[in-house]
């Protein structure tokens, strides 16, 4: 090979390692919700297992996190968790020292799972599960810390029945027009989050349901994607 096409190769090398590297960063990093449904979604040992499990892995590709918790009245409940940056600021890393983000963050993503452990505490506020207003407050928060060019996620740990207000999916008509009406109705009151871009993870979902009511889960797994889509969000996982 002559010495030009060494170093075309050289410089095609670099430019596809920073390129990647550009990539990898924009994929671990973003602006994030944890949403903790605190009205017995699972057996407590369960649930609380779902998050010790899978909540750190998701923390560590967040500079932000915001905290929602599921209970009779969700975005009225006193019971919360302050946001977390866990990025370093610049008046923390003026010269964007990697070593010093690295310390930071370290630190603060710590924090993550011990706040949102303390949401399945909370206290009990009516009967049933506002899910909606949870993922609304969630949304809210992250709205406010909107970050053009970065990732956007919220993962909720709850199976998703929502029996509070204007949405009850246990008496929920499911056939396709109704479920389609059922959306339409709850996106023109201003009901459903907004999740525009979002990726958005549920651990849980209809946990229950999928054992009592085999012939009534596909659609209701129908409705809240139908719904997660009606929100704007770029793409719903129902673990």
């Given at each position: 090979?002559t010495?030009?096409?060494r170093?075309t ?9 920073a390129?990647a590297?550009a990539?990898?960063?924009t994929?671990s ?8 449904d605190s ?23 967040c ?6 918790a ?21 008046q ?13 963050r ?14 399945f ?8 599960s ?30 998703l ?10 008496r ?5 027009a109704?479920?389609k ?5 709850l ?14 993870e ?6 229950a ?26 793409g719903?996982?129902?673990?």
């Open positions: 090979m010495r030009a096409r170093a190769a050289h410089t095609l090398t670099l430019a596809l390692l390129t590297l990539a990898c960063g994929e990093r973003g602006v994030c919700g944890v949403v903790i009205t017995s979604y699972a057996e407590p040992a369960t649930s609380r297992a779902d998050v010790s499990g899978k909540l750190p892995a998701f923390a560590a590709r500079d932000w996190v915001a905290f929602a599921v209970t009779g009245a969700s975005e009225s409940s006193p019971c919360r968790q302050d946001a977390v940056a866990i990025a370093a600021t610049k923390e890393n003026p010269n964007a020292n990697p070593v010093v983000e690295d310390r930071v370290s630190h603060r993503v710590t924090q993550i799972l011990p706040k949102a452990m303390q949401l505490d909370c206290p009990t506020e009516g009967q049933g506002d899910v909606l207003g949870a993922l609304r407050y969630a949304a809210k928060q992250m709205t406010a810390q909107r970050r053009p060019g970065q990732a956007h996620r919220v993962i909720v740990f709850s199976d029945v929502n029996n509070r207000g204007e949405l009850d999916v246990n929920l008509d499911l056939a396709e109704a479920r009406r059922k959306i339409d109705e996106k023109a009151a201003h009901l459903l989050p907004e999740l525009s871009g979002y990726e958005v549920v651990h849980g979902f209809l946990r349901a999928k054992g009592s009511d085999p012939d009534r889960f596909p659609m209701l797994e129908a409705f809240w994607r139908e719904a997660f889509e009606a929100a704007g969000a770029a719903a996982d129902l673990l």
